[in-house]
């Protein structure tokens, strides 16, 4: 079965008298190693989606079952777990600890995992050395360059082994060339079995995913396969 089955789902924000149809009845399904671009204007439920996606926040209506459970009507702390469990995130602004090193940064998802210190480390120091940071694990964010604190955010989103990977305008504050670098990593990451999840609003970025949803005014305007991908190199 698929590892994302989301069936009609719904979220409608209430801001007093104002209601807001951020999604209003989207259905998909997401194989394991999916390459999937999320696309559409602002306002189109992109962050919803991904929110849902990332059981950051449960929908009005309609089902989620990530991983064959049902997680729609989870508490917040139930979510949490979830989310620690089966999601990686990568977002925009790369999120690390800034008076943290690489290491401790990546490392971090395994202390609340309870993993002893020694593990951790052996880990954190592989993971590093996978998205070829091998050379900065004592380094701090600030003396890193955007796509090297891009790739210390991809290893701490992959340390916890995720099923899925999710990544909200992960190039937004990269020049393009240092952008590639990242969507070279993510294509590694396919080929290496991952499932991945980008939202974007930049064509050339959503060109290197296999799979294309486009959202519009809370509905799924389209979803297509990507015949000619781009293969960062
Ligand atoms: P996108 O990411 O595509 O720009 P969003 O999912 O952020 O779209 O927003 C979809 C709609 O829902 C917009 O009209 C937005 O104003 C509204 N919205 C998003 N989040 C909230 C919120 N927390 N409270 C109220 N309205 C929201
Ligand atoms: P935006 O959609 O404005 O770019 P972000 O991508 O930073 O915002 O965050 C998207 C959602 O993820 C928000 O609801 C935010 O509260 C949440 N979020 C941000 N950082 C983290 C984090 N480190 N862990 C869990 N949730 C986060």
Do not use: W
């Not at 069936?7 to 801001?15: A, C, L, V």
């Not at 290491?103 to 120091?125: C, F, H, Q, T, W």
């Not at 070829?132 to 701090?140: A, E, S, T, V």
Request: proline content about 4%.
């Amino acid at each position: 079965s698929a590892l994302i089955d989301i069936y009609e789902m719904t979220k409608t924000y209430f801001m007093g008298h104002q209601r807001v149809d951020a999604l209003r009845g989207v259905s998909l399904s997401i194989k394991q190693n999916e390459y999937v671009a999320i696309m559409g204007p602002s306002g189109s439920g992109k962050s919803t989606l991904m929110n849902m996606l990332g059981c950051l926040d449960t929908p009005s209506s309609g089902t989620y079952h990530l991983n064959g459970q049902d997680v729609s009507k989870l508490s917040d702390d139930e979510l949490a777990g979830v989310r620690n469990k089966e999601i990686g995130f990568v977002f925009q602004t790369f999120n690390l600890l800034p008076r943290s090193t690489c290491l401790s940064n990546v490392e971090l998802p395994l202390i609340y995992a309870g993993m002893p210190a020694d593990e951790r480390r052996k880990r954190a120091i592989e993971m590093l050395e996978s998205v070829n940071l091998g050379d900065r694990i004592y380094h701090r964010p600030n003396e890193l360059s955007g796509g090297q604190r891009q790739r210390v955010a991809v290893a701490r989103a992959l340390i916890n082994n995720p099923s899925i990977i999710l990544a909200d305008e992960p190039t937004g504050n990269l020049d393009s060339k240092t952008g590639v670098e990242i969507m070279r990593l993510f294509e590694k990451l396919y080929l290496g079995g991952n499932t991945i999840i980008v939202v974007t609003h930049e064509e050339e970025i959503a060109a290197h995913a296999r799979r294309i949803i486009r959202l519009r005014d809370g509905l799924l305007e389209s979803d297509t396969l990507v015949e000619n991908p781009t293969l960062a190199t």
